[in-house]
């Protein structure tokens, strides 16, 4: 049955017993605290979006599927520009900018010649905006909905990822197509049944490849191991007219079936692994873009509550800071042009993805399974687009010294990102408590 994972972790020189009491103990008293605050709780997504592969044949039909969307008035400072995406600036930068530009009329200049200049200016501003979003674009690891007229807010406090009884042929198509199509592997299992991809496999790809595949299946294994801590227990009558409310909690018996290795061919402990190597690579981007993320101003209109935010922040980015053993992405990619290729390859498999959570037919499953690609994407994004390379910066894993100022990510991203990081410190804790029950359950009585 399941058993405490010890030792490497393969691909860095991490090793499993660091990374869990590092979690248990450092960062998720301090993660779970940071996405509870305003401007981590909300979350906009476009739930509504076509599946572009195959028909949208499985709408979930059960109650635990539904998610509570908010009206625009009901996230904090919204009409204060809380969804500043749009615009890319908070408010208080915006105004300091316009009255810059307003203070910057040059005495002497020729006015016709500033007209011109201008007009010119202008449009080649224009262009230079879309050229740049173009480009910005290219280098995204997700496709972003948030801009979508569909797009809506979700207060994920009020939304929490848990058992959902999403199962059967319709999940299945979706890991299927996502270990299939995207984990460059254009044969899975011969045998065409569980598990997708036998590790034994995995010693003949490149460290890209695996990278990928790992991260995957580190994801996979979050999901899992949260519907299993926060599984339906039991539903009880509140009222007469009411709906029956669920309880929800750990089942022990739901998470030895899934990460038996009796069960899984051996594999489960390779899955557990996984999970440990996805923290660690997001961990790595957390720390890479933290000059970034300390200087952003987790804008949500509540001076004092924004303030907490940012101090938050700092705190938790310094930890991960004093992280010994960050996982370290320069060695990947390397070479001209085959590198490149890899590189853009591993981008398009990664939107593919981002893509076929578009396909998932139970909308809690669809949120987080959004939010937790978008979150990834993101962390890929600030490894590997090059931009988050500062030459002073430690690639041992550290710190980069300076913060470039043309780096920005959206607000979605950036809620995304810590929130995705939040999933996974949750699933490193709740496996934990699961060794703790099982402890209890071998103890005679
Ligand atoms: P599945 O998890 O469906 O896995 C299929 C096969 O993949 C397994 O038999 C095994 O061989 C292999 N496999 C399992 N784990 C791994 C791994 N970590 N790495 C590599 N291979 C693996 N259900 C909920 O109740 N709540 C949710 O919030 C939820 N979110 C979801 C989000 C997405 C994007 C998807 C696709 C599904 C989600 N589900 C959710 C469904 C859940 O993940 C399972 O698909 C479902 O519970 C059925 O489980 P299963 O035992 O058939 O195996």
Not at 333 to 351: M, P
Not at 352 to 381: E, F, H, P, Y
Request: hydrophobic letters at 30%; proline letters at 4%.
């Amino acid at each position: 049955c399941f058993e405490k994972l010890h030792g490497a972790l393969g691909d860095c020189s991490c090793n499993v017993d660091t990374i869990d009491y590092f979690n248990n103990v450092k960062i998720f008293p301090r993660i779970q605290s940071l996405v509870s605050k305003d401007y981590f709780r909300f979350y906009k997504v476009n739930l509504k979006k076509e599946c572009p592969f195959w028909a949208d044949d499985s709408r979930c039909a059960m109650k635990y599927c539904h998610i509570k969307t908010c009206s625009k008035e009901q996230v904090p400072g919204y009409e204060n520009g809380y969804d500043n995406d749009l615009i890319d600036e908070s408010p208080a930068t915006k105004y300091s900018k316009e009255a810059q530009s307003s203070c910057n009329d040059d005495a002497d200049h020729n006015p016709h010649l500033g007209y011109l200049n201008m007009t010119i200016s202008a449009a080649n501003q224009f262009e230079i905006a879309k050229w740049k979003a173009y480009d910005d674009a290219l280098e995204n690891f997700c496709e972003c909905d948030d801009r979508d007229a569909d797009a809506e807010y979700v207060d994920l406090s009020l939304n929490p990822e848990r058992y959902t009884g999403y199962k059967g042929p319709s999940a299945h198509r979706i890991w299927r197509s996502i270990y299939q199509e995207n984990c460059f592997r254009s044969k899975l299992n011969p045998y065409e049944s569980f598990p997708y991809v036998l590790s034994s496999d995995l010693s003949n790809m490149c460290l890209e490849k695996r990278v990928f595949y790992r991260a995957i299946s580190g994801l996979h294994t979050s999901i899992n191991i949260h519907l299993c801590s926060k599984y339906l227990l039991s539903e009880k009558t509140v009222g007469f007219a009411a709906p029956p409310e669920g309880e929800w909690g750990p089942n022990l018996e739901e998470f030895q079936r899934r990460f038996d290795p009796s069960q899984t061919l051996g594999e489960s402990p390779n899955w557990l692994k996984n999970l440990y190597f996805v923290y660690l690579l997001e961990m790595r981007a957390l720390a890479k873009a933290g000059p970034y993320l300390e200087h952003e101003e987790y804008f949500t209109g509540n001076p004092t509550e924004d303030e907490e935010t940012r101090g938050a922040i700092r705190n938790m980015l310094g930890v991960i800071y004093s992280f010994p053993d960050h996982f370290n992405e320069s060695s990947m990619f390397i070479g001209g042009s085959q590198a490149l290729n890899l590189k853009n390859e591993f981008r398009e498999h990664f939107r593919n993805i981002s893509r076929i959570m578009d396909c998932v037919g139970c909308d809690k499953c669809k949120l987080w399974g959004k939010l937790q690609t978008q979150g990834l994407g993101t962390a890929l994004k600030i490894l590997f687009s090059g931009k988050w390379n500062s030459p002073d910066s430690d690639l041992q894993g550290k710190v980069p010294l300076r913060h470039k100022s043309h780096e920005r990510l959206q607000r979605t991203e950036i809620v995304a990102l810590f929130n995705a990081f939040a999933r996974l410190s949750n699933s490193i804790r709740e496996l934990e408590n699961f060794r703790v029950m099982l402890s209890a359950q071998k103890e005679p009585k």
